[in-house]
């Protein structure tokens, strides 16, 4: 039983994990034309800006900025993953101890009472 | 506790017992000549393959400092190791430790003596293989007597905090795994001991100064944090 | 057994409000934008790692003046949980050094005296294994008490090694916005919380296998 527990969770961080690094979040694509009105939107009906200077630099700082998050967001789920799994680890060293502990407590009462151990173990 | 202060009662007393223990540490130490060749070797080994692996082209002049450095605290944290081993391990053997003990001699005085001694020792053993690990490296032109001499001191100094912690952890694993455990739990310990006393001898090496003023105030703070720590702490290693 | 019951209900509720407030609330630092939010349980795992070598020290004191075996099981399973918080620190800081400045070790002096730490503590376990019962808890005790001595040494040689020893340490610290000061002390109350219950769990396995491996040998002796 506790090895099945192991195996588990050590399936599950390797599933998620490859999971997380074959697929590829897509980039947050924003339309030209939104691009267009929310600029327009700021500028106001003022026209004394160049407006096709200032959507290409906003398309561009926009580029800039997606192309590295599905990158980034890799780092940081491996990185919340790895916390997930050290602890889960630790839990599970913590149930073999008490898997092992209650072996034990069998053992001695087996010693002890052989006849009553027999019914307990019915009882459960 | 109570030999604590027994020992401010009687200054002298305490000062005799010390000498003789210094003394008794000591001899055995000139009387165990095949730790003494093991030490040698084993820095002469530690030596031929960092030069080895450096290559038969002489490096750059900084560089060369840094090998040197390197290779001088590898040798001697090894050397360390095995001679303080070496030394409980006999006192132990034989019931040394235990006759001592049975005279009623503070057990922080038995650990001051054992540091005192194996400062000693350490030191000239290291003052001894300096000069040819330097000639092997051929660092030895370059550096002059009144350099030589700060490099010794600067590794005395080292070996002080080395053997402050390293006693009384040989002591409990002279009991235990020997030498391989003390390697595994000496080593994170003395970390601040070999990086400041490696800084100090490359800095001694590239430019016949001591360099800068922390590193050497570190060994200091760091000899005085675990004297006086150990001090306290060894009749709890002892005991029983 | 009313305070464990209350350190179980609170510690998933302060675990959530965790998550909420690094996901949900804390806002996004300028530069590294996501990869910035490693930093809260990072940090915090150091943070636990070192209250929990503290406690490791003081139950060693206690042990060396009481004598009680309980003081030297809580020592050794917060050195324990110690290594435990110290690995979670070993594994977040190198993923969040590659991804933001592109290296896994950058030496950072923090991240190495954690590291120095962390031998430490395997070495504790190391004695404590490899020495025989009766002078299990006493060697140990001592190597506690030496160990943690050394921790502010480590840490600020490491420092002043990382910054050339030339000039005065500088204070690299960013400027932290209030949102995630508040989230960060959130994520550092659930981590040692979660500490706090899981050194409570391990505690008392190991006082039962104490009792137990006690029992046994008298029953066995008879």
């Not at chain 2, 001694?117 to 300096?130: F, K």
């Not at chain 3, 592109?102 to 002096?109: A, G």
């Not at chain 3, 204070?171 to 979660?194: D, F, G, P, Q």
Request: with cysteine; hydrophobic share 50%.
């Amino acid at each position: 039983m506790s090895k099945f527990n192991l195996i588990t969770i050590v399936v599950a961080f390797l599933t998620f994990t490859t999971v997380f690094n074959i697929t590829r979040q897509p980039d947050i694509i924003v339309p030209g034309e939104r691009i267009e009105t929310t600029v327009s939107d700021i500028l106001g009906n003022d026209t004394q800006y160049d407006e096709t200077e200032i959507q290409q630099i906003v398309t561009q700082a926009i580029q800039i900025l997606n192309d590295g998050q599905s990158r980034r967001l890799k780092y940081l789920i491996s990185a919340y993953f790895v916390v997930w799994l050290i602890l889960m680890l630790y839990i599970f060293h913590l149930s073999q101890k008490q898997e092992q502990l209650q072996t034990e407590l069998d053992l001695l009462n087996n010693q002890l009472q052989p006849d009553k151990a027999k019914e307990d173990r019915k009882g459960i | 506790m109570v030999y604590g202060v027994a020992i401010f009662q009687t200054p002298m007393i305490a000062f005799h017992q010390a000498l003789w223990l210094v003394r008794k540490d000591l001899s055995l130490h000139l009387r165990s000549k095949n730790v003494l060749a093991l030490v040698f070797i084993f820095s002469l080994l530690v030596v031929l393959v960092f030069n080895f692996a450096f290559g038969p082209t002489p490096l750059p002049a900084e560089d060369q400092g840094r090998l040197t450095a390197s290779v001088l605290w590898t040798a001697f944290s090894f050397a360390g190791i095995i001679t303080l081993t070496r030394s409980i391990e006999i006192d132990r053997a034989y019931g040394g430790l235990d006759a001592v003990r049975l005279t009623g001699t503070a057990p922080s005085l038995i650990y001051l003596s054992k540091v005192v001694s194996n400062v000693i020792w350490l030191t000239l053993i290291q003052a001894a293989i300096t000069p040819v690990a330097l000639l092997f490296l051929e660092a030895l032109d370059q550096v002059s007597w009144l350099s030589l001499l700060k490099l010794i001191v600067v590794l005395a100094m080292g070996t002080i905090g080395f053997c402050a912690v390293g006693v009384i952890l040989a002591t409990m694993s002279v009991r235990a795994g020997g030498e391989s455990l003390l390697t595994v739990i000496l080593f994170p310990l003395i970390f601040p001991v070999i990086m400041a006393g490696a800084k100090c001898t490359v800095s001694i090496l590239t430019t016949s100064t001591i360099g800068n003023r922390f590193w050497i105030s570190l060994l200091v703070t760091y000899s005085l944090v675990f004297l006086s720590c150990s001090y306290l702490l060894f009749e709890f290693v002892i005991e029983g | 057994m009313p305070v464990a019951t209350a350190l179980y209900v609170v510690t998933p509720i302060a675990l959530f409000a965790a998550l909420y407030s690094v996901f949900g609330y804390a806002e996004y630092e300028g530069t590294m934008l996501e990869v910035q939010k490693i930093f809260y349980f990072h940090v915090s795992s150091a943070f636990t790692a070192f209250t929990a070598f503290a406690v490791t020290c003081i139950c060693s004191i206690a042990y060396l003046v009481k004598r009680c075996v309980k003081y030297d099981l809580v020592a050794a399973k917060s050195a324990e949980l110690g290594l435990v918080f110290c690995t979670i620190v070993l594994t977040t800081g190198p993923i969040w050094a590659r991804s933001s400045w592109n290296t896994w070790w950058n030496w950072e002096p923090r991240l190495t005296s954690t590291l120095i730490l962390c031998l430490t503590y395997v070495g504790y376990f190391i004695l404590r294994t490899s020495v025989s019962t009766e002078q299990k808890e006493r060697f140990a005790s001592v190597f506690g008490i030496v160990a943690f001595l050394n921790v502010p040494i480590v840490y600020y040689s490491v420092k002043i090694w990382q910054t050339g020893g030339l000039h005065p340490p500088t204070t690299t610290r960013s400027h932290l916005a209030e949102s995630m000061k508040h989230a960060w002390l959130v994520s550092w109350l659930a981590l040692t919380l979660i500490y706090a219950s899981l050194l409570k769990l391990n505690i008392g396995f190991s006082w039962a296998q104490y009792r137990l491996n006690k029992l046994q040998a008298r029953t066995y002796s008879n």
